[in-house]
């Protein structure tokens, strides 16, 4: 079984930039996994931020960045502020029985 | 654009619930909707989804056997069946476009990337 894994948790101080990552048990996460990064607010549903490894949507800040980094899908964050205190996932996407497959997500803590 | 999820449910264990996710506001057989689920404190996992255009689901492995996801064109609604139900099934389970499926993989629907309320189920005896 496929196993997506990012940093539980990480803090950043405001204005500060932090790195995220999201690896797969398969190997290389490539630009075929087509990465996507989601951001969850409590209480709320995640909105996309990042998808297809750098591609951002017209409602995601500047500061927000996508790449690929030693072999994990990376979103970093440039300029923190304290709205972007929240929970991020990435989803990788893979063909067979296990289609799409979500990390188990990082809680960004802006102190 | 509105995905539009049923109210909260509760349900005792080994029960069956039933939710829905009514869509408007674009063409229900364009886009494909799929389940998320997410247990408190916990991260999110895909269930499946269906393509409304012909009926085809994909269900992950992990819920196959208990959830059957199925679209009702004349209605523009989904619904997804959870049976057998445990302690652990207690979660928000949302309802999303946000990827589209072939008979063979899936991915992003980075175009239209939409997910309803969510629905709290609770699994309590």
């Known amino acids: 079984q496929t196993v997506v894994t990012q940093e539980p948790s990480l803090t950043v101080s405001p204005g500060g930039t932090v790195t995220l990552t999201c690896a797969s048990t398969?190997?290389?996460?490539?630009?075929?996994?087509?990465p996507t990064w989601y951001q969850q607010k409590p209480g709320q549903a995640p909105r996309a931020l990042i998808y297809?490894?750098?591609k951002k949507h017209s409602w995601t800040p500047a500061r927000f960045s996508g790449s690929l980094l030693g072999g994990k899908s990376a979103l970093t964050l440039s300029g923190v502020q304290p709205e972007d205190e929240a929970d991020y996932y990435c989803?990788?996407?893979?063909?067979?029985?296990?289609?799409?497959?979500f990390g188990g997500g990082t809680k960004l803590t802006v102190l | 654009v509105q995905l539009e999820q049923s109210r909260a449910a509760v349900g005792k264990p080994g029960a069956t619930v039933r939710l829905s996710c009514k869509v408007s506001?674009?063409?229900?057989?364009?886009?494909?909707i799929h389940w998320v689920q997410q247990a408190p404190g916990n991260g999110l996992v895909w269930m499946g989804h269906?393509?409304?255009?012909?009926?085809?689901?994909k269900i992950a492995e992990k819920f196959r056997g208990r959830v059957t996801v199925a679209a009702d064109t004349s209605s523009g609604t989904v619904y997804m069946e959870l049976r057998s139900l445990t302690y652990e099934d207690t979660a928000v389970y949302y309802c999303?476009?946000?990827?589209?499926?072939?008979?063979?993989?899936?991915?992003?629907?980075?175009?239209?990337?939409?997910w309803g309320q969510g629905t709290v189920v609770t699994v309590s005896s």
């Open positions: 297809s490894t750098t």
């Open positions: 269906v393509d409304p255009k012909d009926g085809e689901t």
């Open positions: 506001g674009y063409k229900f057989t364009d886009h494909n």
């Open positions: 398969t190997g290389a996460v490539t630009s075929g996994h087509y």
């Open positions: 989803v990788l996407y893979y063909g067979g029985v296990q289609p799409v497959v």
């Open positions: 999303t476009t946000f990827a589209f499926c072939t008979s063979v993989a899936c991915y992003p629907n980075d175009g239209f990337d939409m």
